[in-house]
Nanobody, 120 residues
Framework: VQLQASGGGLVQAGGSLRLSCAAS????????AGWFRQTPGKEREFVTA???????QYADSVKGRFTVSRDNAKNTVYLQMNSLKPEDTAVYYC???????????????WGQGTLVTVSS
């Protein structure tokens, strides 16, 4: 599976952005997906994951603000980010994995990152 992330940009604190991750390959509906983020000098951080059937997991830092979803007909995973904070500033990466439990341990595909900048 090849992944292409998009939708990043500059937004003021309190604003919203929606990231998209378009996947190639007809088997995308059979895999889990997720998002990580990374800021310079820090380790990559898990953000959220979604199973092939739509079960979701979130990092505590984004619960209640971020929502992950998928449209298997469009081979796309979305990350709706609301109430953004300056500390959400990072490069966001989408991933694919065999199962939701594998998203944080052994993802099989990584997309290129998309930069999200939240100004205070």
């Amino acid at each position: 599976v090849q992944l292409q992330a998009s939708g990043g940009g500059l937004v003021q604190a309190g604003g919203s952005l929606r990231l998209s991750c378009a996947a190639s390959g007809r088997f995308f509906r059979n895999v889990a997906a997720g998002w990580f983020r990374q800021t310079p000098g820090k380790e990559r951080e898990f953000v959220t994951a979604i199973s092939r059937l739509g079960r979701t997991q979130y990092a505590d830092s984004v619960k209640g603000r971020f929502t992950v979803s998928r449209d298997n007909a469009k081979n796309t995973v979305y990350l709706q980010m609301n109430s953004l904070k300056p500390e959400d500033t990072a490069v966001y990466y989408c991933v694919a994995a065999q199962a939701i439990a594998d998203v944080t341990t052994t993802p099989t595909s990584w997309g290129q990152g998309t930069l999200v900048t939240v100004s205070s």
